[in-house]
């Protein structure tokens, strides 16, 4: 069995922020009309990915601090 290119593409995402309080990291993935969760709310501010399709696809990730204030930021990825 050839392996798929896309099965072994390891990405760890990652963030870093400042908030009141305990900070909550949740991780999230555009692809076309499709969006993926990878980590929902959590104190890690890290998670790992493996994409199951190549393209081009946006990887967000949502802050939120104690007082429930949510800020979003993205990057674009491709995916070959």
Same mark, same amino acid.
Do not use: H
């Given at each position: ?21 305990? *900070? $909550?990291?949740?991780?999230?993935? %555009? /692809?076309?009309?499709?969006?993926? !969760? *990878? $980590?929902?709310?959590?104190?890690? %501010? /890290?998670?790992?990915?493996?994409? !199951? ?13 104690e007082k ?13």
């Open positions: 069995n050839p392996l798929n290119f896309a099965d072994m593409i390891l990405s760890k995402l990652s963030a870093e922020a400042e908030g009141v309080g305990e *900070i $909550q990291y949740k991780f999230l993935i %555009n /692809s076309g009309n499709d969006w993926y !969760s *990878i $980590q929902d709310f959590s104190t890690s %501010n /890290s998670c790992e990915w493996i994409p !199951s399709s190549p393209g081009k696809k946006i990887l967000y990730v949502d802050v939120m601090d429930g204030n949510i800020e979003r930021e993205s990057i674009n990825y491709i995916v070959n």
